[in-house]
């Protein structure tokens, strides 16, 4: 637990969790926790994290709190940023990726999203800040970045269709990542993705004062980054 008052429950969510049960997952973050707080009579998720995805996960303890917060994504006053690691070696300290998204359901029910033609899809902006290039020490010949990212829409699975799209993507991603390579480094990666929800800022729902939370980079990431 990252923050919790009257209104709201933040929550440092590890990789491989599911926030809500369904497609083959019986149990996911909400329902572990409304079996944590019996006594809450709601609770509910103000957003969503892919099952993949580690960090923070924002939690409505009041239905006027989830309202509220909602109106701020709807409005992009809530400022979402997240930690990465890409395949390759981004070349601009700053790349911004502006492309429409089209979601559907593949032929075997699973939720999926491409780049989509012009003039068809929802609009998605993704900015990735470089915070250092770096090589594994056992391959000098592949270079690596470690980004910043902040996410101006939220759109499903944006981050990781953004950097696939521009031929860097997310390192350990099974879904639109390079396969071979996570394949190769399944043994130093752990198998996870490396996408982390690393801080939050937003107004609080009761107070209107600034709230700004982060879940600190996991050690998966600097123990690649190290490796």
Do not use: C, W
């Not at 637990?1 to 990789?15: G, H, M, N, R, V």
């Not at 998204?101 to 929802?122: F, I, M, T």
């Not at 990781?160 to 130093?188: C, M, Q, T, W």
């Amino acid at each position: 637990i990252i923050f919790e008052d009257d209104s709201l429950l933040i929550i440092d969510k590890p990789a491989g969790l599911a926030v809500h049960g369904g497609s083959g997952v019986y149990v996911g973050v909400i329902e572990q926790l409304r079996a944590a707080y019996p006594k809450l009579k709601f609770l509910e998720l103000v957003h969503r994290l892919d099952k993949e995805t580690s960090g923070l996960l924002v939690l409505a303890k009041k239905r006027s709190a989830l309202v509220h917060l909602h109106e701020q994504i709807r409005n992009g006053r809530m400022d979402k940023r997240y930690y990465a690691i890409l395949k390759g070696a981004l070349e601009q300290s700053v790349t911004h990726v502006q492309a429409a998204l089209h979601k559907y359901v593949s032929a075997n029910g699973e939720r999926r999203v491409v780049v989509a033609h012009e003039g068809e899809g929802q609009s998605a902006h993704t900015q990735f800040n470089i915070d250092r290039v770096f090589h594994l020490s056992s391959d000098a010949n592949h270079p690596y970045t470690a980004v910043r990212v902040k996410i101006f829409t939220g759109r499903t699975h944006q981050i990781r269709v953004h950097s696939a799209s521009i031929d860097h993507p997310i390192i350990g991603d099974d879904k639109y990542g390079d396969f071979e390579l996570n394949k190769a480094l399944a043994k130093k990666t752990g198998q996870r993705m490396f996408l982390h929800a690393h801080t939050l800022r937003f107004k609080h729902p009761q107070t209107d004062e600034l709230l700004s939370v982060t879940a600190p980079i996991p050690k998966a990431f600097t123990d690649f980054m190290n490796g």
